[in-house]
């Protein structure tokens, strides 16, 4: 019995190990991703703006710097096509990826048949998995995703899962940088996020 309770806390002490490794390499990633530009392709098929929040008929201020920056990659001719990714927190309302359409029409003149909507997604894995059946719609193979620094880790590592070619690029600026609480209760939800995600890969959950 006591080698068997020896056997059991040996184990656990492993578990636990493994976890607190894979929370600092997750950790690692989600500052080195936020950190560091990662080198683009001179041309992608398609940006792919993650959705955030909208407010009515109007992005949220996270969102709104999401398509800024997405929409500013397209207009450098770094890619062909804007996939806008989001569904609707309610019934009724419009979706992230309706109401940036709109914003990148009105202020930027975006074309209609330049973008392409997600419109189901209610998270960042939904976001990635559904830009992958609208890529083989629209015979897209390569795609630069746009979000805010801290989520640029966890947005890749979903997609390279999911087996797409993608880079990722951050937003300028980020809301979540207002300030240092702010910053670090956003990049410890990140962290947490990704170790989780990776956790759920290893146990094929996803």
């Not at 019995?1 to 607190?20: D, T, W």
């Not at 909507?117 to 995703?145: C, G, K």
């Not at 801290?150 to 300028?172: C, K, Q």
Request: proline share 4%; hydrophobic share 45%.
């Amino acid at each position: 019995m006591r080698k068997f309770i020896k056997m059991v806390l040996k184990l656990f002490g492993l578990a636990l190990l493994s976890l607190m490794l894979l929370i600092a390499f997750s950790a690692w990633q989600v500052y080195d991703y936020a950190q560091h530009k990662r080198p683009l392709p001179r041309h992608a098929d398609a940006v792919v703006v993650l959705g955030a929040a909208a407010w009515g008929n109007n992005p949220s201020p996270v969102f709104r710097e999401r398509i800024n920056h997405g929409v500013s990659l397209y207009r450098k001719n770094q890619a062909r096509k804007i996939i806008f990714t989001g569904g609707t927190p309610k019934f009724g309302y419009p979706t992230e990826a309706e109401v940036a359409k709109r914003y990148a029409q009105s202020k930027f003149l975006v074309p209609a048949n330049d973008i392409i909507l997600d419109t189901e997604s209610h998270n960042t894995y939904d976001n990635v998995y559904n830009t992958r059946a609208l890529m083989s719609q629209h015979e897209l193979n390569s795609i630069i995703i746009v979000s805010d620094p801290d989520h640029l880790a966890r947005a890749l590592a979903i997609a390279t899962h999911l087996g797409l070619n993608a880079s990722v690029s951050a937003t300028p600026s980020s809301r979540y940088y207002a300030n240092r609480e702010t910053r670090l209760k956003f990049m410890v939800m990140e962290v947490m996020a990704l170790a989780y995600f990776r956790l759920q890969v290893l146990f094929k959950a996803v």
